[in-house]
């Protein structure tokens, strides 16, 4: 169990530059509630469900983090900063990233699989802060959610998912598989805004080439011209001589 408590705190230390020691890291909102969230998902089990709920309500006076004692969670989440939620039916991986503002919601009961309301998170996701994860949907491994974004549909392995509604930024998966980067976020080439002004620079240039091809065709088309008038001067000049 020490040695347990260790990697934990080592891999939370891995994703945070801030902490100078373990001990700092001890005191995090978001250590705190997965802790407490432990005893309380113990207790739903054995169906004590008015103490899981007290230890629920405990845990989130103490840290502004809401984690329904139904919640399943593996091993080594790291919740940076406080006001998450994550609901009941909510399934989170082995080692996770979850930033603040961050929302596990869930949909119409009767809307998707039975019994199933709030996404599933697989293993290495990040999700940034203010992310919207909603409905009985699959968060797949080494993915990102980025800042913000609302997500309601199944995010492919390794993807970035940003924008309302979250789209995918189409990078490949291997591009993830390096060091860690907090907060779900990616180089800027894939920032919308950025793509939007690469796609118009890529359709300038085509207009471009398009134009300069349009210019050679008439310049060719004039000399072709130019050279069928001169024909007939020539043989004039040649009978009048």
Known sequence: M???LIAYLDSIKARDPAPRSRWEILLYPGLVAVGMHRVAHWLFEARMFFLA??????????????????AK??????????????????????????????TLGGTDPANGIAGKRHPTLADDVIVGSGAQILGPITVNPRARIGANAVVTKDVPEGAVMVG???RSTLVDAAEYA???VPYGTCNETFDPATQKVELLQCQLEQMQKQLAQLISERDATSDDAVSEDEAPRRKGSRKSA
């Open 2 to 4: 020490f040695n347990g």
């Open 73 to 102: 969670i593996g091993r080594h989440l790291f919740i940076d900063h406080g006001f998450t939620v994550i609901g009941e039916t909510a399934e989170i991986g082995d080692n996770v990233t979850i930033y603040q503002c961050v």
């Open 164 to 166: 309302i509604p979250a």
């Open 178 to 180: 390096r060091e860690f």
């Open 53 to 70: 709920r007290f230890v629920n309500h405990l845990s989130r006076w103490m840290t502004a983090i809401d984690i329904h004692p139904g």
